[in-house]
């Protein structure tokens, strides 16, 4: 079965400071993943899909298939990008319902 | 269309008590899934419909909880009874198969004393 592992459930930095948020996922196949943020007490929304290959909100994410890892980065951390980051995977061609992470929560300080 | 819509935004109740909470999906949209957000275990599935059909509930983490979709424009999430550690939010999402327009409501943030 399909697995997305975030290590980190709480990451910390300064206005400024480079951020990346780990994302690790365990399938042999050809996945498609996603990265879903959630602002203070507000719903889930899509931030980026790998195939899409955007940046969002200063935001990427590159599909490494040797490391089977999805790490979402920015050069330089606002602090209104304070909010919880989910990776999410869905099987390519397979089931349509997405894996999400457990989550990791960024906080960047002023 | 405005949305994903649940009702309510937040509830509060005692131990014991019976709790439903409700879910309008995106007209249209044929997948339906209800979530449980808590910090211990982050975004947790609990059942999903297609087509107003439930097709896996295994993530319902007990026979207190039970889910309903009698219609393609309506669904509950029912718990009877409440107990403390069912505390968290409680989200719902809809999509159309073949894209991924996941859209997740505005949550309901469940206590119970």
């Known amino acids: 079965a399909q697995r997305v592992t975030q290590p980190e459930k709480l990451l910390s930095v300064f206005k400024g400071a480079p951020v990346e948020l780990k994302c690790n996922y365990s399938?042999?196949?050809?996945?498609?993943l996603f990265w879903y943020v959630q602002y203070s007490r507000q719903r889930l929304q899509l931030l980026l899909r790998h195939i899409s290959r955007e940046s969002i909100k200063g935001f990427t994410a590159d599909l490494n298939k040797g490391e089977t890892s999805f790490h979402l980065k920015k050069p330089f951390a606002q602090e209104e990008d304070s909010a919880m980051y989910y990776c999410a995977l869905r099987l390519s061609g397979g089931s349509y319902i997405p894996t999400f992470g457990r989550g990791t929560s960024l906080i960047v300080h002023p | 269309d405005a949305g994903v819509i649940q009702s309510p935004r937040h509830e509060v109740t005692e131990m014991g008590q019976e709790v439903t909470l409700r879910c309008k999906p995106i007209?249209?949209?044929?997948?339906l899934f209800w979530y449980r957000q808590t910090m211990m275990r982050g975004l947790e599935l609990l059942i999903y419909?297609?087509?107003?059909?439930?097709?896996?509930d295994s993530g319902m983490p007990e026979d207190r909880f039970s889910a309903k979709m009698p219609n393609a424009s309506f669904s509950t999430l029912k718990i009877q009874p409440s107990e403390p550690r069912d505390s968290a939010v409680y989200f719902c999402?809809?999509?159309?198969?073949?894209?991924?327009?996941?859209?997740f409501g505005s949550g309901t943030r469940l206590t119970v004393v």
């Open positions: 419909f297609n087509n107003n059909v439930p097709i896996d």
């Open positions: 007209s249209g949209h044929d997948y």
């Open positions: 399938y042999s196949g050809s996945p498609e």
């Open positions: 999402a809809s999509s159309f198969r073949g894209t991924f327009g996941y859209t």
